[in-house]
T-cell receptor, first 115, second 114 residues
Framework: DQQVKQNSPSLSVQEGRISILNCDYT??????FLWYKKYPAEGPTFLIS?????DKNEDGRFTVFLNKSAKHLSLHIVPSQPGDSAVYFC??????????????FGQGTILTVHP | DTEVTQTPKHLVMGMTNKKSLKCEQH?????MYWYKQKAKKPPELMFV???????INESVPSRFSPECPNSSLLNLHLHALQPEDSALYLC?????????????FGQGTRLTVV
């Protein structure tokens, strides 16, 4: 049972435009969510996070939106740059209890930003 | 220093070998993790150490044996692995006791079992 899903395996965007990456989850216990970016042959790099008490978090060109009722979050990158081309993973976790510290990752979305 | 350092970067081992993967961080993080990532798949959690104690073992086979000698170091001892254990092994660390527990990942060790 895949608890975190990224249904788009890939996304292609023109430089300067907005990139929107989507993520759905099924486990209502998840109360914090993170986005990671991964280049080939490197470990994931943390981008931005959001806790379930918020519906939006912004950091520079990156904004994450959380819709708890729909169990959906999205990452917006504006404006997109060719250097943003990478695999983007959505991850979710439970902040307390015995699952504390465990992150469940989505399958990833390959973002390609064309010059 | 915001780095998680993993050694070696690449490892090729036979099914009868014993080897160890090493991970080090100096960010004062008290939670450390081992993840396994197969090609075109998401990272999957193997182990979590919190304050040097094993807190989560995701039903990992005993041929993988984690060790946390101190708060900065995390090892993964490998013995009698199978070819299907070939993968990228990622170490991560995060602060404990805080709500935003973003984990910082190392570059990974690319393991090939022959």
């Amino acid at each position: 049972d895949q608890q975190v899903k990224q249904n788009s395996p890939s996304l292609s965007v023109q430089e300067g435009r907005i990139s929107i990456l989507n993520c759905d989850y099924t486990n209502s216990m998840f109360d914090y969510f993170l986005w990671y970016k991964k280049y080939p042959a490197e470990g994931p790099t943390f981008l931005i996070s959001i806790s379930s008490i918020k519906d939006k978090n912004e950091d520079g060109r990156f904004t994450v939106f959380l819709n708890k009722s729909a169990k959906h979050l999205s990452l917006h990158i504006v404006p997109s740059q060719p250097g943003d081309s990478a695999v983007y993973f959505c991850a979710a976790g439970v902040s307390g209890g015995t699952s504390y510290g465990k992150l469940t990752f989505g399958q990833g979305t390959i973002l390609t930003v064309h010059p | 220093d915001t780095e998680v350092t993993q050694t070696p970067k690449h490892l090729v081992m036979g099914m009868t070998n014993k080897k160890s993967l090493k991970c080090e961080q100096h960010m004062g993080h008290r939670a450390m993790y081992w993840y396994k990532q197969k090609a075109k798949k998401p990272p999957e959690l193997m182990f979590v150490y919190s304050y040097e104690k094993l807190s989560i073992n995701e039903s990992v086979p005993s041929r993988f044996s984690p060790e946390c000698p101190n708060s900065s170091l995390l090892n993964l001892h490998l013995h009698a692995l199978q070819p299907e254990d070939s993968a990228l092994y990622l170490c991560a660390s995060s602060r404990s006791g805080t709500f935003n527990t973003e984990a910082f990942f190392g570059q990974g060790t690319r393991l090939t079992v022959v």
